[in-house]
């Protein structure tokens, strides 16, 4: 009976829990919400002050006793009760005044593949307690291999590499589930740490990570082409202590970037060599689907099609795959079962 009442006030959300941003898909209208995944707490009361994008804005730019805060560090909640306030405001947010005190929505969160059990219940009870009635989990590859309609549940080899915020999922995909992948700690952030480290090295320059971001979107390179980009770097000299700004090219980015993409490149390739061979024969025949924001480096995708010698795709619009993959496992529980993470089997649905 309570399901019937919460679900006639409730609306069904698929979310992408993303380390960065943090998108919501509600069933039957579409992605309503893509926010930065950070928190601004009061750290005199504890009180969340502030949520998603205006919680953003307001880093460096508040009082020492207020911190924005990320409360998903590499694809895992590092704080619960920060985590479990952000779903309850995301669930707020896409339900009316008037219904969002019987909101219990149903749920499909992605997660990054190879999460440990522990991190798997800490997601789900993060959303029972922002007020979720049910939650399904669904792995990050899987949901975008979803999202962009391969089809998962045949016989057929699907490679996706997926790279996000804080994490990279390379997952090889056939008959409903995962054959072999990697999780790596080599994604979004670690691009940014990687430009903020070669400008103290290089330039004797501490910047920030907004501005490490803004240089590696505007002139982020890992494939030499004949086009020079361009782009600034403003931060304070480590000598003098006085603000300086320094001309950074997209030759500088990709020295910057060299490493960790090597590392992610490598670990593609010890993918595919786990892979069962007529797999490996699908993939050479279908390609390698790239999504996720790290993605939209620029060359990637030719980079990894040369040290694997297979065809490589960036998704059409990379950022939103996987949660508009939750989105289609949403309007089709029962016959996507197989490929959720754990289901929830003690609640009966309405």
Do not use: C
């Amino acid at each position: 009976m309570f399901n019937k009442i919460f679900g006639t006030f409730s609306k069904d959300l698929g979310i992408d829990l993303g380390t960065a941003n943090t998108l919501v898909y509600v069933r039957g209208e579409g992605i309503v919400i893509n926010e930065p995944s950070v928190v601004a707490v009061n750290q005199k009361t504890g009180q969340v002050v502030a949520v998603g994008g205006e919680a953003k804005r307001m880093i460096g730019r508040t009082p020492a006793h207020i911190t924005a805060m990320r409360p998903l560090v590499d694809g895992v909640i590092s704080d619960f009760e920060v985590t479990a306030h952000m779903l309850n405001y995301f669930i707020k947010k896409v339900h009316s005044p008037t219904t969002q005190f019987f909101a219990r929505p149903r749920v499909v969160i992605g997660i990054p593949s190879g999460i440990t059990e522990v991190e798997r219940r800490a997601v789900r009870d993060a959303a029972k307690d922002a007020g979720a009635r049910e939650v399904y989990l669904v792995e990050e590859p899987m949901a975008a291999a979803i999202g962009v309609r391969l089809p998962v549940q045949e016989a057929v080899g699907n490679m996706v590499i997926d790279i996000g915020g804080g994490t990279a999922d390379i997952a090889v995909i056939s008959l409903g589930g995962i054959v072999t992948s990697r999780n790596l700690r080599i994604a979004g952030d670690r691009f940014n740490d990687d430009i903020i480290n070669y400008a103290r090295d290089e330039f004797k320059l501490l910047v920030g990570e907004r501005t490490a971001e803004d240089v590696k979107i505007s002139v982020g390179s890992v494939w030499k082409t004949n086009e020079v980009l361009e782009g600034t770097l403003r931060g304070r000299d480590l000598v003098t202590g006085l603000p300086r700004e320094v001309l950074v090219t997209d030759a500088d980015i990709r020295t910057a970037l060299s490493k960790s993409v090597k590392s992610l490149v490598g670990a593609v390739r010890d993918t595919l060599e786990d892979t069962p061979p007529e797999l490996v024969s699908d993939i050479m025949h279908r390609g390698i689907l790239l999504v996720g924001g790290g993605g939209l480096v620029r060359g990637l995708d030719k980079l990894i099609e040369k040290e694997t010698k297979m065809p490589v795709f960036l998704a059409e619009d990379p950022l939103s795959a996987v949660v508009r993959g939750t989105g289609i496992i949403l309007e089709d529980v029962e016959r996507l079962r197989d490929v959720l993470v754990e289901d929830e089997y003690d609640i009966p649905p309405d």
